[in-house]
């Protein structure tokens, strides 16, 4: 059931659909559709009501209540079409990127609060001197010292080898963002938490090889895989947030339903991180420790490279996607 504070005109318009949203909603989500076709039909109903209050209500909750139906049936619609590529294919083809594109909003916040922290970070490195030690721990920064005085600033990611570098790195990165998805559960509050960690640990470590005037040298290193590993952790902390707010805000649904969904949905977008995790992985351990003696072009396209490839599946296709299963619903 969903209740608004509405003028006359738009009561009227609720209790003439009313019992056609709450029978889609249904429909949607207790899987009581016979076929495809039905759920193209419903779906396009829905949108010209959606059409409509946009139209006629620009600023009405109801809204923001049909385009949440809207995007629970494109997901609806996407898995009972058929297709010729596998159930595994679809997951990270169309599936996920669906789901991206419906919880958008939290990615955005997941970025704001991370780059929050990461300015408070350098900014309090740069009014503090004992800033950068208390964060990132006197042994890693007397080392990385020793290391820019014998001119290799981040040869500290070149000890142990490149098996064991990969594999240790990789467990902590998901180790990482499982943490920073279940803290979700404390509203949202405990994924905060760990973006404001990282945020304010990425702030101050790259001011203090700023401050020691090897910020270039770092950065042509470092961020060969910290691309895809920070920006891995931002999209873990958007699935946190997302579980968050399924406790917080369940809506027009009961707090367990709401909660069920919002686990769903974030454990997917979860999961989805886990190859780019992976693949930072990999370059810590085999590419990066390489950084000094590549040429400056190799290690920059790396970095572009991996970066473009990650922007381009969290920002960018899930509206292509959205894009392409909206016509096609539209030509059913």
Do not use: C
């Not at 803290?183 to 905060?192: A, E, I, L, R």
């Amino acid at each position: 059931m969903f209740y608004f504070s509405v003028s006359m005109r738009e009561v009227a318009f609720i209790k003439q659909n009313k019992e056609k949203w709450l029978n889609f909603e249904k429909t949607i989500y207790n899987n009581q559709f016979k076929n495809p076709d039905e759920l193209s039909s419903l779906y396009i109903h829905l949108m010209n009501d959606l059409a409509y209050a946009q139209t006629y209500y620009p600023k009405s909750k109801t809204i923001s209540y049909l385009n949440q139906l809207a995007s629970a049936a494109f997901q609806r619609i996407y898995r009972t079409k058929r297709e010729k590529t596998n159930r595994f294919i679809s997951f990270w083809k169309t599936e996920v990127p669906l789901i991206v594109y419906q919880f958008r909003r939290y990615v955005l916040y997941s970025f704001l609060i991370f780059g929050l922290f990461v300015t408070i970070g350098a900014v309090s490195a740069a009014y503090d001197d004992s800033f950068v030690r208390l964060i990132l721990g006197d042994g890693y920064v007397n080392t990385t010292l020793e290391n820019i005085e014998k001119g290799d600033p981040v040869a500290i990611y070149k000890s142990g080898s490149n098996w064991g570098s990969f594999i240790g790195i990789t467990l902590n990165n998901l180790y990482v963002g499982l943490l920073s998805f279940i803290y979700g559960v404390f509203g949202g509050f405990g994924t905060g938490y760990i973006l404001m960690h990282n945020g304010i640990m990425v702030g101050a470590f790259q001011y203090f090889f700023h401050d020691q005037g090897v910020l270039w040298e770092s950065v042509r290193g470092i961020w060969i895989h910290g691309a895809m590993e920070i920006f891995a952790i931002v999209i873990e902390g958007a699935a946190g947030l997302l579980l968050g707010a399924s406790i917080l805000f369940p809506k027009t649904y009961s707090r367990m339903a709401s909660f069920k969904m919002g686990l769903k949905n974030g454990i997917k977008i979860l999961i989805s991180t886990f190859p780019f995790t992976f693949a930072a992985g990999f370059l810590e351990g085999f590419v990066t420790r390489y950084s000094n003696i590549m040429p400056n072009w190799l290690s920059v396209g790396i970095i572009l490279i991996t970066l473009s490839m990650i922007s381009f599946y969290y920002l960018i296709y899930p509206h292509i996607v959205h894009r392409k299963l909206k016509t096609h619903v539209s030509t059913l």
